[in-house]
């Protein structure tokens, strides 16, 4: 049972636009999410988080954007840039549990 | 820099052999956790200690796997008569709650990839 679906697995975007990472999860329980970067053979690496009080929050050029009612947050990456070429897992925990449960991942390329 | 560091990086062995990997969390931190991850998932909860208390295993775990923490500090994961589906990426993360605080951020270590052969 996925809690938590990327349901793209790869993204490509131009240098300087906006890349859009989509998330969506079922457990009403989950109150709190976060965006981790991975790059290969690194552990992930924690970007930014929202808390289900928050419709979003922002970290200079990545914006997350949380739905409640859809069950659905995004990541917005603006301008995106080369070095952001790595795979994102969306990731949420919540309901007493500490443990975070994580997506499967979008492997983002941002193309020069 | 005082992230969380594991050892070791990358290690291969022969299956029915057992493997310890290390974790040293981030030092002021009081929670420690374990994650498997395989090709195209994410990582997967295996464990987590409060100090030097493991709160929770998954079902993932099974009894060829052991986690202690015996301080409070480091980590160690036995896995105990390796299997070849025991290859996968082991990431260790640590993280500081407060008490009556839920929601927490962890902050992982760089993994370690083992591979049976």
């Known amino acids: 049972d996925q809690q938590v679906k990327q349901n793209s697995p790869s993204l490509s975007v131009q240098e300087g636009r906006i890349s859009i990472l989509n998330c969506d999860y079922t457990?009403?329980?989950?109150?709190?999410f976060l965006w981790y970067k991975k790059y290969p053979a690194e552990g992930p690496t924690f970007l930014i988080s929202?808390?289900?009080?928050?419709d979003k929050n922002e970290d200079g050029r990545f914006t997350v954007f949380l739905n409640k009612s859809a069950k659905h947050l995004s990541l917005h990456i603006v301008p995106s840039q080369p070095g952001d070429s790595a795979v994102y897992f969306c990731?949420?925990?919540?309901?007493?549990?500490?443990?975070?449960?994580f997506g499967t991942g979008t492997k983002l390329q941002v193309i020069p | 820099d005082t992230g969380v560091s594991q050892d070791p990086r990358h290690k291969i062995t022969k299956r029915g052999q057992n493997v310890t990997f290390r974790c040293d969390p981030i030092?002021?931190?009081?929670?420690l956790y374990w994650y498997r991850q395989t090709l195209g998932q994410g990582p997967e909860f295996l464990t987590y200690?409060?100090?030097?208390?493991?709160?929770?295993k998954s079902r993932l775990l099974s009894d060829r796997f052991s986690a202690e923490r015996p301080k409070g500090s480091f980590s160690t994961l036995e896995i105990q008569r390796t299997e070849q589906g025991d290859s996968a990426m082991y990431l260790c993360?640590?993280?500081?709650?407060?008490?009556?605080?839920?929601?927490?951020?962890?902050?992982f270590g760089p993994g370690t990839r083992l591979l049976v052969l």
């Open positions: 993360a640590s993280s500081s709650v407060l008490t009556g605080i839920f929601q927490e951020t962890q902050y």
């Open positions: 457990n009403s329980m989950f109150d709190y």
């Open positions: 929202i808390s289900s009080i928050k």
């Open positions: 990731a949420a925990s919540g309901g007493g549990y500490q443990k975070v449960t």
């Open positions: 030092s002021e931190h009081n929670r």
């Open positions: 200690f409060q100090n030097e208390a493991q709160l929770e």
